[in-house]
């Protein structure tokens, strides 16, 4: 007997600063549209279209977020519909130490382990992040929120 994997929603893994950007300054084009792209990415998680994938990493940045208010709404977020599957920490830990051997930071090497280990995209607006996985290429898809929601055909 096969498994029909097409029902299944795909998964995915955007990092903390991609969540945070709908509470970024929106003067900036760029900043509107990946807080667009973000907010449709979540309408989709809302739809039960796509399986948001929530990591240790999410709270532990997020409860060191300041803002009080911001770190409230995120928190309550991803207890709305993040999905925490069973991680493995010991190999979380040790792919996330060969990332940061490799020169990734160390929250950035977290979420990437997290990700490949729960087979979801990874989505972050940090480009330097994005530069970083191309050198350093993690086993699954990467890019920023516009790129996911292009790619996936979001609308």
Same mark, same amino acid.
């Given at each position: 007997?096969?498994?029909?994997?097409?029902?299944? /929603?795909?998964?995915?893994?955007?990092?903390?600063?991609?969540?945070?950007?709908?509470?970024?300054?929106?003067?900036?084009?760029?900043?509107?549209?990946?807080?667009?792209?973000?907010?449709?990415?979540?309408?989709?998680?809302?739809?039960?279209?796509?399986?948001?994938?929530?990591?240790?990493?999410?709270?532990?940045?997020?409860?060191?977020?300041?803002?009080?208010?911001?770190?409230?709404?995120?928190?309550?977020?991803?207890?709305?519909?993040?999905?925490? /599957?069973?991680?493995?920490?010991?190999?979380?830990?040790?792919?996330?130490?060969?990332?940061?051997?490799?020169?990734?930071?160390?929250?950035?090497?977290?979420?990437?382990?997290?990700?490949?280990?729960?087979?979801?995209?990874?989505?972050?607006?940090?480009?330097?992040?994005?530069?970083?996985?191309?050198?350093?290429?993690?086993?699954?898809?990467?890019?920023? /929120?516009?790129?996911?929601?292009?790619?996936?055909?979001?609308?």
């Amino acid at each position: 007997m096969t498994s029909d994997t097409s029902s299944q /929603p795909k998964r995915v893994y955007p990092d903390v600063c991609a969540l945070c950007r709908p509470f970024d300054d929106q003067r900036q084009a760029r900043v509107r549209l990946e807080t667009t792209s973000v907010e449709l990415i979540l309408a989709y998680v809302r739809k039960k279209k796509i399986e948001l994938i929530v990591s240790p990493t999410h709270d532990a940045e997020i409860e060191a977020t300041a803002d009080r208010e911001e770190r409230s709404q995120l928190m309550f977020l991803l207890r709305q519909l993040g999905a925490k /599957p069973a991680f493995n920490l010991q190999i979380a830990q040790q792919r996330a130490e060969r990332l940061t051997a490799q020169g990734v930071g160390i929250a950035a090497a977290a979420h990437l382990a997290f990700a490949e280990q729960s087979r979801a995209e990874f989505v972050t607006v940090d480009d330097r992040l994005v530069k970083m996985c191309r050198r350093v290429e993690p086993a699954m898809w990467y890019g920023t /929120p516009l790129a996911y929601c292009d790619k996936e055909g979001l609308r």
